[in-house]
Every structure is written in structure tokens, then in C-alpha cells.
């Protein structure tokens, strides 16, 4: 997404979603999956809204917990200590500054609203849900032994949030990780409603508080700017 302008941002969005929308359906003609299959039905009514809101903040609660957890292991082990926790931290910054321009987000008006709509809504939350669903159906259609039950639904979304978490890798480490699990907690909602949609919204929101939030921490907190 780098760059530096909303103009600029507009034409990035539009090469991928063609780019995206030409391999998608060159996967349906190929497979003619159906509605329920990719799972674009919209579900549960208008409950979609309000779930893929209360989800958004789960998700961010939950990636919280599970860092917490992780530290409090890794010190009531004594695998490390607070002071090398916190050098590992400062040394190793999410990479957001190779996904979006976060000084074009404090000064471009336009950049700043189309990261918080097109992008976080259409760009990440839409596209890649769709992909994630499509990724889901065609695991069932290819191994149907291993992923058409429930439990083989969820290893299928635990590998897609791996392959999810690699694909942010050139953002660093943490950032993969975080991906990664919030690929799983996307995935999960994917098969509880039997539904993209929830997911999409819970995505957008997720990542168009983020870019909202970006400009704060990059002032209050310089020493993570890459």
C-alpha cells in the first residue's frame, strides 16, 4: 500500500482488487462453488452489523490476552527477563510502514479516509475474507475426509492463519504472529455463522481503528517508528 497520496492509495486498491477479483473468479468457473460454499450468504440478518462490532473488539481483547499470557509464561519460567522482553520489543517494531504511509495519514486528509474505508473495509476486510473463505471451501472440495467436519473445518482455518500470519512476515515477526492469530479469530467466525460477512465487518473495523490509532502511538511513542 505504499503511497503517498489518496490518489496514489486509489490506484494500489484498484490493481489489487482486479487483480484479486481475476484469480477469484477464474477459482469459481473452475470449481463453480456455490453461494453456501464460499459462504456469502448474508447471516444472521441485521445481526451482522452489531456481531462483526462486538467481534472487532474481541479480537483486539483477545490478541491482548494472549500476549499477556505469553509474557507472563516466558517470566515465570524465567526463559527471559522484562529487561530483554523490552529490548526484543523496541528492536523489533511491527513494520507498519511497509503496509501504509502513517506520516501521509497525519497530513493527507484523503489518504487518512480512504485507509479507514476503502481499505480497511474493501482492501483487507472484504478481499481477504472472501480469500480465506475460498481457501476454506477449496481445502473441503480437494480433501473432503479431512476438513468437511467441524474439527476439520478448524484445523483447515488453524493452517490458513499460519499461511495468513506468513504472508505479513516482511512486517516482522510480532506482526506475523499477529496476523496470524487474528486470521484464526477471523476463520472461527467464518464457520460459526456459516457466513463472510460478520467477519468483514469485524476485519474493517479492526484494521480501520488501527490506522486510526497509528497517527497517536507514532507521536506518543516515537521510539517505534521504524
Known sequence: MLRHSG???LIVCGLNLVSFTIVFLLGW??????TDELLLRWRPGWWVVPLGVGYSIAIRLGLAVTGFIVVLFLLITQLVNVESLRNFALQN????DRLIDVGALRTNRAYYWLSLTLVSFVTAGLREELWRAATLAGMRALWPGAFMSRTGESIA????GVAFGAAHL???ALAAVGAGLIGIFLGIILIIHRSIWPAVIAHGLFDATT???????ANKFPELRP
Open 170 to 172: 516482511s512486517m516482522g
Open 7 to 9: 490518489q496514489g492509495l
Open 93 to 96: 517494531p511491527p513494520r507498519i
Open 157 to 160: 482455518i488453524a493452517l490458513i
Open 211 to 217: 490506522f486510526a490509532l497509528l497517527p497517536l502511538i
Open 29 to 34: 468457473l473452475a470449481s463453480r462453488a456455490t
